[in-house]
């Protein structure tokens, strides 16, 4: 029987663990690095999300594991190179965070343009300095959305109903009813707003760097509910000190969790009022959860019945 374990129960309810079962013994529980290097060799098939950072030592101990079903649509948590040498089958997400995580870049813009966060917090103290928290109107602005898959169409359209003029950069899409720009160049010198929607390459690695902030139209605003690594850390919090922009949102980190209070964008975010940073929750909606989770267990089910056995070595 195949042994199947879910490392981030939380986010797979019953009819999904219902599912797996059906294709074998499911175990499903959050294990720290060291119970899943235990476990991991006893493994036919493993279902995670973004917090389960699968490596190639931790493939390497996978010696019986023949399918790692991601509920997610990026795969840079899993070293794919590795999983395609040692023979196994990777299968991810398409489409199902599209409403959620275009959703959710709309809400981070809003409360960003409008400050929102530090408008509770003065008034949590106790505070009504009004004055304090003009805001900034999304009607007749510009919005760049770099990368126009599911996720930036839909934002695209979102952003049509406030009024906004909407232009994309994707060198692999066309699109009739998005305005489409030649080069980042000509999308950063552009946008009052710049969304991130692009999938992480080597090629979209650190995109958005010191040269891409210095080529930004005049202190906009730079939403990242892509990837981390598609920002250069640095690059970003100069641009926030300087003025160069004039705020961000990052749902997106490189190294996730952050486990570290003392991290350098949670210690900025914590005092300035200029940067939104939260945990990654573009795709937390209980409906993008549950269509997520079913998704994944049916591909897994179905790769579990046409994968060969990998034989464990003596």
């Known amino acids: 029987m195949n042994r199947i374990l879910v490392t981030e129960p939380e986010y797979f309810d019953r009819e999904a663990i219902s599912v797996l079962s059906k294709s ?33 030592e931790l493939l390497r101990k996978a010696k019986k594991l023949k399918v790692i079903g991601s509920a997610t ?7 794919m190179g590795h999983a395609k040498r040692l023979g196994i089958r990777v299968v991810n997400l398409h489409g199902t965070h599209t409403e ?24 949590d103290r106790g505070e009504w300095k009004r004055y304090r928290f003009i805001g900034t109107d999304l009607y007749g602005k510009t919005l760049g959305i770099l990368g126009l898959g599911r996720i930036g169409k839909r934002v695209a359209r979102y952003a049509k109903a406030f ?3 909407v232009i994309a950069y994707d060198p692999y899409v066309s699109s009739r009813s998005v305005k489409m720009v030649n080069s980042l160049g000509a999308l950063l010198g552009r946008s009052d707003v710049i969304t991130i929607h692009a999938m992480l390459t080597e090629e979209t690695r650190e995109m958005i760097s010191g040269k891409e902030f210095r080529l930004m139209k005049r202190r906009p605003f730079l939403i990242n509910t892509a990837r981390g690594d ?7 919090l100069a641009a926030l000190r300087s003025g160069r922009i004039r705020g961000a949102a990052e749902d997106v980190f490189p190294n996730e969790p952050i486990a570290d209070k003392r991290d350098r964008l949670l210690a900025y ?12 929750l573009g795709a937390s909606t209980r409906e993008a959860v549950h269509s997520a989770g079913i998704e994944i267990a049916r591909k897994v089910s179905d790769a579990l019945k046409t994968c060969p056995s990998r034989p464990v070595p003596s």
């Open 269 to 280: 975010a914590r005092n300035n009022q200029n940067l939104i940073v939260t945990p990654h």
């Open 24 to 56: 074998g013994q499911v175990i499903a529980r959050r294990l720290d690095r060291g119970e899943l290097a235990r476990i991991i060799p006893k493994i036919d098939a493993i279902v995670v999300r973004v917090e389960t950072h699968l490596d190639s």
């Open 163 to 165: 009024g906004m003029e």
């Open 73 to 79: 649509t990026g795969l840079n948590h899993i070293d």
């Open 230 to 236: 598609i920002v250069d850390q640095d690059a970003l």
């Open 100 to 123: 959620s995580t275009a959703e959710f870049t709309i809400a981070l813009l809003l409360a960003l343009t409008r400050k929102i966060p530090w408008a509770y917090s003065s008034l």
